[in-house]
Each structure stands twice: as C-alpha cells, then as structure tokens.
C-alpha cells in the first residue's frame, strides 16, 4: 500500500528536521518546504494527502496559503493542520476560520501530531457512507455529489465543514457535546480544548446566515443540535 504523502511548512529548519524525521519513522512521506511559495508551486505537480502549515511564515503567512488553497477548485478538501504559536488563541481563531481543520500548538507532542495526522487522514480517506440527500428549508445537502446550496446557490465548504453539517443535518434534534463532535468529525477525544469546535460552528453559521440560530442552535453548557 502507497504511504501517505504530507507536505510540511515552517522556515525552522529543526521544526522541519523533526517533523520530516518522525514523521518517516511513523510511515509516512514526507516533503518539507520554509516557505509558502515553494508548496504552492509543488501543489500544481503532485497533491498530498495532508498539509502541515505553520502561521508564521516569511512571505506569505500560514493563513494566506490556506485560503489559496481552498480557493482552488482541484485540491479544496485537502486536510490541513495549522501549527501556531504556544498560547496564540487568536492564531487558533484565525487558522481555523481560514480554512484549518486542526491545530497544533508549539512547541508540539509528536505523538499527538502523529495521532490527528492519523485520524484527519482515517476522515478523509474513509468517509462516512453516502445519506444522498438531505433537506432543511432552503438548505439542500447533496452527499453523491459533495455540494452544499442554500436558496439554489452553491456554498463552499471545507472538508470538515461539511462533514460536521451533514452529521448535525442528519441527525436533527439530537445534541451533540463538543466532546462528541471531537471524536465524531475529528477522530481524537476530548483533550481540553474545544475551540476547534466552537470556530468550526461560527463559519458553519457564517455560510448559512445563520446568525439567529434558526439551524444550529447552542445548547447552553452542553454543546450544539440541528433544529428541526
């Protein structure tokens, strides 16, 4: 079976050495790059099955290289984790809303890398079986396609994004703590930090004007429900 390819940015040569050197003992490969031109010039040749993306970049920073990658119809749902700064919560904020469907903070465990490596990658590769369609109002979910529209107008999704709708939109009423959505979108339990959840949720409102709550709705100190 071919190893998964990961691409990884950060202009610390130790940083790259270190996550190249561990990474490859882990199974992987591995390519490294210190800035964000030479990625994006080696996404137009081969794509990774993830990215590893530092915020703190020369050049183009972390966030600016996400949204191009999102941006680009033929590489959208590629899974990407941002390393941030330890103790950045608006680092965090500002990856994710960007388009991250993790982070990791500095310096970092390489287990934990290595396990939410694995499980982005166990989410992306194996997806969920298809549900074909689901309706809410104006919001039409189509699964075999892999396309989200609100009022007949296409809405761009990142991967966990979608899976994270599709999962409260087919399960609608049922309250799922943060901790759940971790294990359930993610594939890592509950480790202390839910932001990822929290910021994950507030783009999903943002796609689906969903500022007043109409569709996903907060449950006060437990987590969050589609309404039916």
Known sequence: ??????????????????????LESAGFQVRTF?????????????TPDLILLDIMLEGLSGTEICKIIREDSSCPDIPIIMLTAKGSEFDK??????????????PF?????IARIRALL???QHPAPAVKKLIAGDIILDDESHE??????????????????????????RVYSRSELLDKIWGYEYCGDTR???VHIRQLRKHLNDDSEQYIKTVRGVGYKWME
């Not at 904020?93 to 500095?106: H, M, P, R």
């Not at 296409?154 to 009423?173: V, W």
């Open 93 to 106: 904020i500002i990856g994710l809303e960007g388009g991250a469907d993790d982070y990791i903070t500095k």
């Open 122 to 124: 166990r989410r992306s």
């Open 34 to 46: 210190s800035e964000g031109e030479s990625l994006l010039s080696a996404l137009q040749t081969k």
């Open 148 to 173: 989200v529209r609100k009022d007949g107008q296409l809405i761009s999704l990142t991967f966990k994004e979608y899976e994270l709708l599709k999962l409260l939109m087919g399960n609608k009423n």
């Open 196 to 198: 990822t959840v929290d």
């Open 109 to 113: 465990s390489v287990n934990e890398l």
């Open 1 to 22: 079976m071919d190893k998964n390819l990961i691409y990884a940015v950060d202009d610390e040569m130790h940083i790259r050495e270190l996550i190249s050197y561990n």
